[in-house]
């Protein structure tokens, strides 16, 4: 008979929480296999079978045991396991939980407390606090600060995610009459066979909210009770929505070719851009709590797919790319023989990155500013700022890495070269590169002509002198003040653009984009320039 022990690691540390069986009871193992998670309030701990044969669970999950117990046995003949099973009818209750003000709490939920300044006595329960504990006080905090937060997403903690404004769009706007939603469902393909004009205009006659400058490729359908398209909104060829209660999109977001978005109710920001074959719904994307949002900014790489079962929350400026996939519930073998049955939530905070081909899965979070690389498969959460890596994902350090001041200079500098550059390959005529007090050109193309130039400090910007055209300046500083006509101030560590101009200053702000720096006030949508 062997036996799996929960060892001590530490002379500080008695108890653990037994968080989760990997492996059914009465199931084979074998050496080495992972069959449960325990937590301590150090550590989140993978516990491994010491030999091969047939496990037997002496406590279930969320019992309290204390350390030096053993809490499986592995019976390795038929008679050691008619012996597991008299033992686990007879072995003592898991350990009585602690009261309250002890406070003990595992790992995750001391990190995910101390990260958001939570008291954990304001916890009432007995025993081990989880994350999940923690998780829920945040929810419930959330929900009081708003006033009564959108009970659509109640429960789900919303601290570092930015709802996109559409959320709160009053229900009267955009309400389609119902007799066109069922001409639509009676007769698709003969919609889709209508021009963009005459499809926007039927839309508009029957109640739906169309911004101006909406753009509807070849063969696209809606339909929703509900539909607010913003200004410049556009649809690739084929694309088809189809919604429940209600769609809407923010000025100037866009999809490529081949939109497949089905689910509830959907919320999309403004500025979002998505690429070719999306497909947001899949199975369950009927159910009551099918809600998707993504933020104002987002990226949607192509043939990226969205698993729509449960929420799926994508905070502003999220980068979900080419081929990754999002899911909110598995459906496999029976859940009472054992097997894995999940449906839950999925969160992507402000500023977060998927990478290619990655897959997060039910339950998960991903938090703010956090980058997980490609190929890597999500099966619990990933604190902000970090850079997970693997299947299944695991911090490897820190997403970012802030760079001196003089880096910062060289960088912005590098910018301006670099365009210089890049013009002059395409032929526009500009002028040498002067480097006197960091770097700047003219540009002399029939299509722009002005200044370009990057400079550490722009102390006054009242004070930038208008030259022939346009002036467009990069800055890491910028004081006070309105630039004068003629003049753009770019502030690339506020992200922010002072001022205004022409094509010009739409090509330096796509160079700006290009390296990740997306500037206020926007959205904005590149109209063509000199790149």
């Not at 601290?159 to 007769?187: H, R, Y």
């Not at 001196?404 to 390959?425: K, N, T, Y």
Request: charged share 25%.
């Amino acid at each position: 008979m062997i036996e799996i022990i929960l060892t001590r690691e530490d002379a500080n540390t008695e108890f653990a929480l037994l968080t989760e069986w990997l492996v059914a009871d009465g199931a084979e193992v074998g050496r080495h296999d992972v069959v449960c998670v325990v937590e301590t309030t150090k550590a989140s701990l993978e516990i491994e079978a010491p030999g091969a044969g047939t496990l037997v669970h002496l406590y279930g999950e969320g019992a309290e045991v204390e350390l030096g117990e053993r809490i499986a046995l592995i019976a390795e003949s038929a008679e050691e396991l008619e012996q597991a099973r008299t033992t686990k009818a007879t072995v003592a209750a898991p350990v009585e939980a602690a009261a309250p003000t002890s406070r003990k709490a595992t790992k995750k939920a001391l990190e995910l407390a101390e990260r958001h300044g939570i008291d954990l006595d304001a916890i009432e329960k007995q025993g081990f606090i989880t994350e999940r504990d923690v998780e829920a006080l945040l929810a419930a905090e959330a929900v009081e600060a708003a006033g009564g937060a959108p009970s659509l997403l109640a429960g789900i903690a919303l601290e570092g995610v930015t709802l996109p404004a559409s959320f709160d769009t009053d229900e009267s706007v955009g309400v389609v009459d119902p007799a066109f939603l069922a001409s639509l469902d009676a007769d698709p393909d003969a919609f889709r066979a209508l021009s963009a004009g005459e499809k926007i205009a039927a839309y508009r006659d029957a109640g739906a909210a169309i911004g101006d400058g909406v753009a509807l490729g070849a063969g696209v359908l809606l339909a929703a009770p509900r539909i607010v398209l913003g200004d410049g909104v556009s649809l690739g060829d084929r694309a088809t929505v189809q919604c429940a209660e209600v769609v809407t999109m923010g000025d100037l977001t866009q999809f490529g070719a081949d939109l497949d978005l089905r689910c509830r109710r959907a919320y999309l920001g403004a500025g979002i851009w998505g690429g070719r074959s999306i497909r947001f719904g899949g199975g369950g994307h009927r159910d009551p709590w099918a809600i998707l949002t993504v933020g104002d900014l987002g990226f949607v790489g192509d043939e990226a797919f969205v698993n729509v079962c449960r929420p799926v929350l994508i905070g502003r400026e999220v980068f979900l790319t080419m081929r990754s996939i999002v899911v909110t519930h598995n459906v496999g073998h029976s859940v009472l023989e054992g097997f894995e049955n999940r449906f839950a939530p999925v969160v992507l905070e402000d500023r977060s990155q998927v990478g290619m081909g990655t897959v997060v899965y039910a339950g998960c979070r991903v938090g703010a500013e956090a980058i997980v690389a490609s190929n890597s498969y999500v099966v619990s959460d990933i604190p902000p700022g970090k850079l997970a890596i693997g299947v299944p994902a695991k911090v490897a350090g820190d997403a970012r890495h802030v760079p001196s001041r003089s880096r910062q200079v060289d960088l912005g500098r590098r910018m301006v070269e670099d365009l210089h550059e890049l013009l002059a390959l395409r032929g526009h005529a500009v002028s040498a590169l002067v480097t006197d007090e960091g770097a700047a050109f003219e540009v002399q193309a029939e299509e722009a002509r002005g200044l370009v130039a990057f400079r550490e400090r722009v102390g006054d910007l009242a004070s930038v002198a208008a030259g022939e055209g346009e002036t467009v300046v990069l800055t890491l500083d910028a004081g006070g003040g309105t630039p004068p006509d003629g003049v753009a101030v770019i502030d690339l560590l506020g992200r922010r653009l002072h001022g205004s101009g022409g094509v010009l200053l739409h090509t330096v702000r796509e160079l700006c984009r290009k390296r990740g720096i997306r500037l206020e006030p926007g959205p904005w949508r590149y109209p063509g320039g000199l790149v």
